[in-house]
C-alpha cells in the first residue's frame, strides 16, 4: 500500500501555483514603490542643496525649503512613476479592452505578447490560446448547427411533401403506398441522425468511464452481417469471410456501431455481384479487423477528411448519408484505445482497418 501511494503521480495544486503569482508581483510592485520613492528624495534633496547654494534659498526661511522640497517630490514621484507605471498600465488596459471584445463574441483578437514583465506576459499568452480555441469552438458550433439544420430539413421537406401529396383523393392505391414508404424512410433517416448526434456528443465529452464486457467478436461481426442480409442479398454480393475466434473485453454495444457502419458503407458502395472481404485478426497484441469492398473507391481529398462531422464526399451524397457514422466510429475506437484508418483508391474499392489492443481480459491475450 506505501508503495502504491508513493507510486501515484503528484498532482499539481491550481490554487497554491496561483497564489504565488500575487507574491511576486506585490514584491515587483514593492520595489518599483521603493525606487520612485528614493529617487524622488534624491533628487528633491539635490535639488534643494543646489538651490541653498546657489543662494536662491536661504537655510533661515525653512518654510519656503520645506515648501520646494515638497513641491519638487510630487513633480518628481509623479514624472518618475508615470514613467515607470506606464508599460504595465498599457498592457493591462490591453487586457481590459480585449475582454470586452471576447465577451461581445469577437474571438478575432491579439495581445502583444512583448512584455518585459512575467506574469503580464503569461497573462497575454494564456489570452491568446484562450481567444483562438474560443474562435475555433465557435467555428464547430456554427458548421455543427449549420450542418445539423440542413440535414434535418432535407427529410422533413420529403415528409411534408410526400403526406401532402397523401391528401389528395384521387391517388391511387398503389401511389399511396409509395408515398407512405417514402414517409416511413425519411421519418428513419430523422431517428437515425438524431440517434447519432446524441451519441456522438455524449462520446466526445467521455474520456473515461464506458462500460466494459468480454463479448464474442467475431460472432458479433456476423450477427452484424446477418442484421445486414437484405442489403447484400438484393445486390448479390459475394462475402468473403476469415474470422480469428476471439473474445474481446469492450463496449459491445458501441463497437457494434462501428461494424454496422462500416459494412453498410461497404454494401452501399459495393457494385451489382461483387466482393466484400471481412476479416479478423490477432496480430502483435492487437486484434486486426479489415473491411473491403471492390467499390467506387475514395479521392485522396475524400480520405483526409472522411472521418470529419458532417463531410459527405461526393460518393455518399447520392446515397444520403449523413457524414455522422465515421465521426461516430473513429470516437469509439478511440475510446477502446484503438485505431481506425482508411485505404482506397477511385474505381478499385476501400478498405477500412480497425486496429483494437488487446488486454489481460481478452481471451488469448499473450502475456
Known amino acids: ?82 514613467y515607470a507605471g506606464r508599460h504595465p498600465l498599457t498592457a493591462i488596459i490591453a487586457m481590459s479592452n480585449a475582454t470586452q471584445e471576447v465577451a461581445r463574441g469577437n474571438f478575432d483578437v491579439f495581445l502583444d505578447e512583448n512584455i518585459r514583465i512575467k506574469e503580464l506576459r503569461e497573462m497575454a499568452h494564456n489570452f491568446n490560446l484562450m481567444a483562438k480555441e474560443l474562435a475555433g469552438t465557435e467555428i464547430l458550433r456554427t458548421d455543427f448547427v ?117 459494412l453498410s458503407n461497404a454494401i452501399k458502395f459495393a457494385p451489382e455481384n461483387g466482393i466484400i472481404h471481412i476479416l479478423l485478426r490477432r496480430e502483435n497484441g492487437s486484434l486486426i479487423t479489415s473491411i473491403t469492398d471492390n467499390g467506387i473507391g475514395m479521392s485522396e481529398d475524400v480520405m483526409r477528411r472522411v472521418f470529419e462531422k458532417f463531410y459527405q464526399g461526393d460518393f455518399s451524397r447520392s446515397s444520403q448519408g449523413n457524414g455522422l457514422g465515421l465521426a461516430l466510429a473513429k470516437r469509439i475506437v478511440d475510446l477502446h484505445g484503438g485505431d481506425i484508418a482508411v485505404s482506397s483508391k477511385e474505381g478499385k474499392g476501400t478498405t477500412f482497418t480497425v486496429t483494437l489492443p488487446l488486454t489481460l481480459h481478452t481471451k488469448g491475450y499473450d502475456t
Open 146 to 262: 449549420e450542418n445539423v439544420s440542413h440535414e434535418f430539413k432535407t427529410p422533413l421537406s420529403a415528409i411534408e411533401g410526400y403526406a401532402t401529396l397523401l391528401q389528395k383523393k384521387d391517388i391511387s392505391a398503389e401511389k399511396r403506398q409509395d408515398y407512405t414508404k417514402k414517409i416511413l424512410y425519411n421519418t428513419r433517416r430523422l431517428s437515425t441522425l438524431t440517434s447519432n448526434i446524441l451519441l456522438l456528443s455524449r462520446l466526445e465529452n467521455q474520456e473515461i468511464g464506458i462500460k466494459k464486457e468480454s463479448f464474442c467478436l467475431d460472432e458479433q461481426l456476423r450477427e452484424i452481417l446477418l442484421l445486414l442480409e437484405e442489403g447484400w442479398t438484393e445486390k448479390q454480393l459475394e462475402l468473403e469471410i476469415d474470422l480469428d475466434a476471439v473474445d474481446y473485453y469492450g463496449n459491445k454495444d458501441l463497437l457494434a456501431h462501428v461494424w454496422q457502419n462500416i
Open 1 to 82: 500500500m506505501d508503495n502504491q501511494k508513493s507510486s501515484e503521480p503528484k498532482q499539481s495544486n491550481p490554487t497554491k501555483k496561483w497564489r504565488k503569482c500575487p507574491k511576486r508581483l506585490s514584491v515587483m510592485f514593492s520595489l518599483l514603490t521603493f525606487l520612485t520613492l528614493t529617487l524622488t528624495i534624491l533628487f528633491s534633496a539635490l535639488l534643494t542643496l543646489l538651490l541653498i547654494r546657489t543662494g536662491i534659498l536661504v537655510r533661515q526661511n525653512r518654510g519656503i525649503v520645506f515648501f520646494v522640497i515638497a513641491l519638487v517630490s510630487i513633480l518628481v514621484g509623479t514624472i518618475i512613476s508615470n
